[in-house]
């Protein structure tokens, strides 16, 4: 029972930091990006290459992915977004846009690390006995880098002046560009911040998942699922859609059927979001 | 007599002269069909591109018109495969039947969806499609008695019309082009119905659709099953088509694929769904000689067609009629200033 | 509209046409060049080259197996033509992507069978995908051998498919064998949702004696990278030994979870676990797994089953400077060259039935994966498979 609630938490909490990204970027942009997925496994590759391979420590390591992946997502919505849509381009071909950018990161990590399975050393390589189960504390890293990082979002959202200026950008681009705020930028680095995160869930999970191309591809559509159900363009609603899943999930697997997990997990979102139409945070679901 | 011959003349001078172009490509095209039909494997890529053109011009309907996204085609796909596979294998029923009780079955389905989907907005629309496509892929992936589970069903019986058995692709042909034409029609005639406008007014503007007196949601929950029963239609053909199916061909990179068709090809046009299937469909083809590269290939050729046309290869084609149409009024006024 | 849409039409159906004109030229032009090479430097008149078709999921999910079964039947192939090729006419392959998907495979097989006109191929290691070919190629009479170890499509009354690699019954014989040895009695399945997973473990089923009672059946789909739920039931079940059925990542995943969860049994399996990346991935954690197949990939050159492994392995080695990293290298590279072994013995190989037969003849026929022999007619040439089992995190020969 308690290792079934601490893989829900756990999976729960990557939902989460991967959910908050497309929070982030639906607030500040009003789009949507298929690609959160593959920036989680940009991520861990990053990751992996400076922890194992140049053996770098791994704090070091973590934040060179970080800010790489801030760089990335930076530049995908400075560079490619913005100009498809300066272009002229309905909105939605930024979705079309993203499913590219996904394909390309996914090829380019095949070619650059290969289509193996990769190794990710342990970070904290000894287990912990939580209440007479025995634990690996990488389990419970993943968890409380998860917390942290959401706290750390939390602050500067709600305490620095860019957090400020990125809540009234997104609240009406017009007054807020009117009070001197560079709103183009307050996008770009919702985007950065987003890819950020999902690089950090994918570095932390490397070690007990192992580092491949198509690790991202599930986890970035569950993290959706997660943000959506909790209130989409909500962080804490991410955050909660995220926990919800990652529960719903594990329990499913035990309770129900693991064959049929998806299928239950999904009818139960499904159930919820026509009986919670407002996600179970507030955010406007139905019209 | 004499005169009504001259009449007939001049009409039919009139007829050529506004239709030429029109004429001249249905030419190029029955002659250029003809010419594919003779190998195999060029009739096969003209089924692909027939059975996913009707696909997309549901989603079309769907999405380019009335707004409403759906990443779970694929669940419908399935839904019309299967049942139409199963039907005609288990319990007998000729395939030309099961295959539009399989696409009923969809609609089905796209209404039961569209309940729930017509009060949801943005992305919990794209969340409860996607769920649905998930669903769908799950069950029949896990439910091993009914579908066969992950080996899929083997032996699916070929379409036979009235004595006429259409087992090679040549002459499937016919049947998925006369059905993708019939689609292309209906299509067409929806649009320019009240209905048609209906959805277009729901998606430009939902609150002023119902401010109008339009039922917006009775509008979606129609574009729903319209799009819906295309899907299940083009899955049975497929189906039918293949003669085998197993859940790997109804992923969410199938659903992925219309929409990445739709796109490409241009959403809320007549043009844009048969060029995005045939483009992308040719397209992943050609770049089988790249091997492990061609995915990138694809995927970077997306991204400069994206680029170059912001709004789907249509844009450049309406780019290029409005250029024609530009040189030719330079030229035309002292010939003849009929204005268009 | 309806102007526009006509004119799209066309240009489109020209360009299709033209670029599938395009790439069937591209495809006959080294064609004609090996021809004039070969008669200009006055060789046999014959050194037409022979195409060979293959067809495996080179791309997505499953890259690296498609990407080893190329590598492993151009090596065989390059060996072929280097020994003379098939009676001086050299063999060129031909590679397409079948997506991992069946409609992928179907695209592949219809276009080496009608526009390169291949007289064989090496089928998919996706069974699934074989399948959805098999009525292409039969009916074009193409000999097809797969890849793939699902015992679906042997045995099912096809013609001309035969099997370059093991039947996944020998393996999961061999390590239910190992099974009983250890004495294991209280069983735990578990096993991915792909046809890979269930037809595997339908077969373990049927293997299974009665002194084994199955008290946990659980499932993943391949795509899920937590099994909380599932090892948590394993756990409840009291199992002694977990039969996994899956494939490379999920499988190493699986392992190191349950060990994590406090699994300390052993934990059997099919081929799948004997790839390199099990190790590599699940660690200490994979000590205690139990695995049947035709051949693995050893930990060095010097380890190699037999010599034609070690052979193999040392020109894999010199070509591609690493190890290979899965077992599916073996049955691209066996399946080429027992093509070969059947066109060298056909008395026309333009004649498919006459190819058919060589196949059939072959009786003796040693590949890496061990002796082939067709003779029974059933398309499956192997009849055991070794069980290994991984030891301080290495593979190593089970015994008793």
């Known amino acids: ?86 272009k002229g381009a309905q909105q939605v071909y930024v979705i079309l846009c993203t499913i590219a950018i996904s394909m390309v990161l996914q090829n380019v990590a095949m070619f650059a690390w290969g289509s193996n399975t990769m190794q990710f050393p342990p970070i904290l390589n000894f287990s912990i006995n939580l209440f007479g189960t025995t634990v690996e504390a990488d389990r419970l890293l993943v968890l409380a880098v998860g917390i942290l990082f959401m706290l750390l979002l939390h602050f500067f959202m709600q305490k620095t002046r860019f957090g400020t200026a990125m809540r009234a950008a997104a609240q009406d681009e017009t007054a807020a560009s009117a009070l001197g ?101 507030k955010e406007q679901v139905m019209e | 007599m004499n005169q009504n011959t001259v009449l007939t003349q001049q009409k039919g001078a009139a007829f050529w002269k506004k239709n030429r172009l029109s004429i001249i490509a249905i030419a190029v095209l029955c002659v250029a069909a003809a010419v594919m039909l003779r190998t195999r494997y060029l009739a096969m890529i003209l089924d692909f591109i027939c059975i996913y053109t009707i696909a997309v011009t549901g989603l079309d309907l769907l999405f ?270 002292g010939k003849e200033g009929t204005p268009q | 509209m309806k102007k526009l849409l006509a004119i799209l039409l066309a240009v489109l159906m020209v360009t299709g046409m033209v670029a599938c004109g395009a790439s069937t030229e591209e495809t006959a032009a080294p064609q004609g060049s090996e021809t004039s090479a070969e008669t200009s430097s006055g060789a046999a008149a014959s050194g037409e080259a022979i195409k060979i078709g293959l067809y495996g999921t080179i ?55 009608e526009v390169d006109q291949v007289i064989a191929m090496v089928g998919s290691n996706s069974s699934p995908n074989i399948l959805a070919g098999a009525d292409i190629t039969e009916e074009a009479g193409v000999i097809q051998v797969g890849a793939g170890t699902s015992p679906s499509y042997t045995n099912a009354g ?73 090892i948590a039931k394993v756990n409840a079940s009291g199992a002694d030994s977990v039969v996994l059925y899956g494939t490379t990542a999920d499988s190493a995943l699986m392992i190191k979870q349950l060990r994590a969860a406090g699994f300390e049994g052993y934990i059997y399996g099919p081929e799948g676990l004997g790839v390199p990346d099990i190790i590599n991935v699940a660690g200490d954690a994979a000590n205690g797994v139990i695995f049947g197949s035709g051949a693995v990939i050893p930990a060095s050159i010097e380890d190699a089953a037999n010599d034609v492994e070690k052979a193999m392995l040392t020109a894999f080695v010199e070509k591609y400077g690493e190890m290979p990293v899965s077992d599916v290298v073996y049955r691209g590279y066996d399946a080429a060259k027992l093509i070969a072994e059947a066109l060298r013995n056909a008395k026309d190989i333009h004649d498919p039935d006459s190819i058919r037969e060589a196949f059939l003849g072959i009786t003796n026929f040693e590949g890496i994966a061990g002796t082939y022999d067709f003779s029974d007619g059933s398309g499956d040439g192997l009849s055991t498979a070794r069980v290994y089992i991984v030891k301080d995190g290495k593979n190593t020969l089970f015994e008793g």
């Open chain 1, 181 to 281: 705020i560079n709103v183009p930028m307050t996008k770009g680095v919702a985007w950065g911040l987003a890819s950020m995160l999902a690089g950090v869930a994918g570095v932390i999970l490397g070690p007990s998942y192992g580092v491949y191309t198509a690790m991202g591809a599930l986890i970035g559509q569950k993290a959706f699922a997660g943000a959506v159900t909790g209130g989409y363009g909500n962080m804490y609603g991410a955050i909660v859609g995220g926990l919800f899943l990652g529960f719903v999930e594990a329990f499913c697997a035990f309770y129900i059927s693991s064959l049929y997990k998806d299928f239950f997990a999904f009818g139960i979102l499904i159930i919820v979001m026509i009986f919670m139409p407002n996600g179970l945070f």
């Open chain 2, 64 to 333: 380019g018109y009335t707004g409403q996204v759906s990443f779970g085609q694929a669940g419908f796909y399935a839904i019309g495969a299967y049942t139409s596979a199963l039907l005609s294998k288990n319990l007998g029923v000729p395939p030309i039947l099961s295959i539009f009780i399989g696409a009923l079955l969809a609609t089905v389905f796209g209404v039961i969806i569209a309940f729930p989907a017509s009060k949801l907005v943005k992305h919990f629309l794209s969340l409860l499609t996607i769920a649905f496509g998930l669903m769908v892929y799950t069950f029949v992936n896990s439910c091993s008695a009914l579908t066969g589970g992950p080996s899929g069903i083997t032996g699916i019986p070929k379409v036979s019309i009235f004595g006429l058995e259409l087992g090679s692709y040549q002459s499937y042909f016919w049947l998925v082009a006369i059905l993708m034409v019939l689609v292309l029609i209906t299509k067409k005639n929806i649009i320019n119905s009240r209905v048609g406008r209906a959805f277009i007014a729901v998606r430009e503007n939902p609150h002023a659709a119902a401010g109008m007196g339009i039922n917006v949601a009775k509008y979606k929950i129609m574009a729903f099953a319209i799009s819906a029963f295309a899907a299940g239609l083009a899955g049975a053909l497929y189906a039918h088509m293949i003669r085998f199916i197993s859940p790997d061909t109804f992923t969410k990179d199938q659903s992925n694929m219309f929409m990445t068709m739709l796109l490409f090809g241009g959403i809320a046009t007549m043009s844009g769904s048969v060029i995005g299937a045939a483009a992308i469909t040719v397209m992943t083809e050609l770049l089988q000689q790249f091997a492990a590269y061609q995915t990138l290939i694809y995927a970077v050729l997306i991204l400069i067609v994206l680029f170059l046309l912001p709004n789907g290869t249509v844009g450049l084609f309406s780019k290029l009629k409005a250029a024609v149409r530009k040189r030719g009024q330079k030229r035309k006024p």
């Open chain 1, 1 to 86: 029972m308690l290792t079934l609630i601490i893989g829900a938490l756990m999976q729960g909490s990557v939902y989460g930091l991967v959910g908050m990204g497309y929070g982030l970027i639906y607030k500040a942009s009003g789009l949507m990006s298929l690609a959160q997925g593959d920036m989680l496994m940009i991520g861990a590759f990053l990751g992996m290459t400076f922890y194992k391979t140049l053996h770098l420590p791994f704090a070091l390591s973590l934040l060179l992915v970080m800010v790489i992946m801030f760089t990335v997502g930076w530049l995908l919505e400075r560079v490619l977004v913005t100009s498809l849509l300066a």
């Open chain 3, 59 to 113: 791309t997505g999910t499953n890259a690296l197996a498609g990407e080893m079964l190329e590598k492993g039947a151009t090596l065989a192939i390059e060996e072929i033509n280097a020994e003379g090729g098939i009676n001086g006419q050299p063999l060129e392959l031909v590679v397409y992507d079948d997506k991992s998907s069946p409609e992928g495979a179907v695209k592949a097989v219809t276009r080496l069978v």
């Open chain 3, 158 to 230: 096809f013609q001309y498919i035969f099997r370059g690699t093991a039947n996944a019954n020998l393996p999961n014989k061999a390590f239910v064998d190992a099974m009983a040895t250890n004495g294991a009695s209280k069983i735990a399945i578990v096993n991915v949702a792909t046809e890979y997973g269930t037809s595997g473990v339908a077969s373990v089923k049927e293997l299974l004696p009665d002194s084994m009672e199955i008290v946990c059946e659980e499932q993943y789909q391949a795509t899920d990278t937590d099994f909380t739920g599932q």
